[in-house]
């Protein structure tokens, strides 16, 4: 990642600004490529970034609600329904009577270790590999379409492209994103 947390003070300092509200949201980037692109000593010439977009659940709930106790509801909101609402993405991130069907079924009490088997990219390879994380997705449903259950892929893709409105702003009181001048 670039720019890695220098310290364990750091990532702690970045922790304390989740639970003090100052996190907008958390996402990962996807930034996949072959090993050898990673490879060497020169840390400025190897590709940045990290294939973590497949545990990045899993290390909110195994590092914020487990390991600091940051509430499943924050974890929610800072996952998905921020998200949501900083780029318009009406029906997303909630479930409520008229959103997309969009759900994440997490066995809470589960602990795994991630596999290099279990990544489903191209180039299986992850930081997070070897690591006992708590909490197991179980399914995942897309639009009422179960995509993923027990660690498979078991439909074909149903997502689509969602794209924000082209002018948006936030407002001030509310915190939601509205289209500006149309």
Avoid at 33 to 61: E, H, Y
Avoid at 88 to 100: N, T, W, Y
């Amino acid at each position: 990642m670039r720019p890695a947390a220098a310290s364990a003070e750091d990532l702690e300092s970045l922790w304390a600004q989740a639970f003090s509200g100052n996190v907008e949201f958390v996402t990962s980037d996807h930034s996949p490529c072959p090993p050898d692109m990673k490879a060497g000593d020169d840390l400025f010439r190897a590709w940045g970034g990290i294939a973590g977009c497949q545990s990045l659940l899993n290390i909110m709930l195994d590092e914020g609600h487990y390991g600091r106790g940051l509430p499943l509801e924050e974890i929610v909101a800072l996952h998905l329904r921020k998200v949501a609402d900083r780029f318009g993405f009406s029906g997303k991130g909630r479930l409520e009577v008229g959103a997309d069907v969009d759900v994440i079924l997490v066995d809470l009490d589960a602990i795994s270790t991630l596999r290099q088997q279990d990544l489903l990219y191209r180039h299986k390879m992850s930081p997070f590999v070897g690591r006992a994380l708590h909490g197991k997705i179980v399914r995942t449903v897309v639009r009422e379409i179960t995509v993923f259950r027990e660690g498979k892929i078991v439909s074909e893709p149903v997502g689509r492209l969602v794209k924000p409105a082209r002018s948006t702003d936030r407002t001030p009181q509310t915190g939601r994103t509205v289209q500006k001048g149309a």
